[in-house]
């Protein structure tokens, strides 16, 4: 069964956000992360079994940027957490879901992870996500 790792919200400004979040969540944040090679500036909180994950664009050229600009701050995406990944893409690749990664990529929060396309998915980015080993 699939556990949710975390929810994706985009932000304009974590300088923002961030202390919001800590204070909407009574939690610190327990880490900052940027991701060049998605072009984000993350921060995480837990939150029971999963965490939320702020991210605020790094340039222009970000999906994160593409999003807000498009939809405004929000949620983004939903993270599930999976043992194999490969495994993973393999099947849902098979049951028709678009991934938009044709191999694992490094994540944020020690992870590898892959993205299924929302136009496969009811309109939801999804993320896969297994711990680095
Ligand atoms: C990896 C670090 C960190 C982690 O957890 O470890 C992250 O989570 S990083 C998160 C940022 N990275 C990504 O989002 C990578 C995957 N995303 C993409 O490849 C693109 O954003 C993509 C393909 C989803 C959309 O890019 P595109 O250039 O096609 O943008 P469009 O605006 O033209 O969108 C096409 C179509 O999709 C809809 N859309 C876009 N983003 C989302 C979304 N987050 N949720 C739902 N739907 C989305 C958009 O509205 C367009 O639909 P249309 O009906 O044509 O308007
Ligand atoms: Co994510």
Redesign the pocket.
């Known amino acids: 069964m699939l556990r949710i790792?975390?929810l994706?919200i985009?932000v304009k400004d974590l300088s923002v956000s961030l202390p919001l979040y800590e204070q909407l969540l009574n939690t610190p944040c327990y880490k900052q992360e940027v991701?060049e090679?998605?072009?984000?500036s993350?921060a995480f909180f837990r939150t029971g079994e999963s965490k939320i994950?702020l991210?605020e664009a790094t340039n222009e050229n970000?999906?994160?940027a593409?999003?807000i600009a498009?939809?405004g701050e929000g949620?983004?995406?939903v993270?599930f957490e999976v043992e194999n990944i490969e495994a993973e893409m393999k099947r849902l690749a098979a049951l028709g879901f678009e991934l938009?990664?044709t191999t694992p990529?490094?994540?944020?929060?020690n992870?590898l992870?892959c993205?299924l396309?929302?136009?496969t998915t009811n309109?939801?980015?999804v993320?896969l996500?297994q711990e680095k080993r």
């Open positions: 790792e975390h994706g985009a991701v090679t998605e072009g984000v993350t994950e991210l970000s999906p994160i593409k999003f498009k939809k949620i983004h995406h993270a938009l990664n990529k490094n994540g944020a929060d992870k992870v993205f396309h929302p136009r309109g939801v980015l993320e996500c």
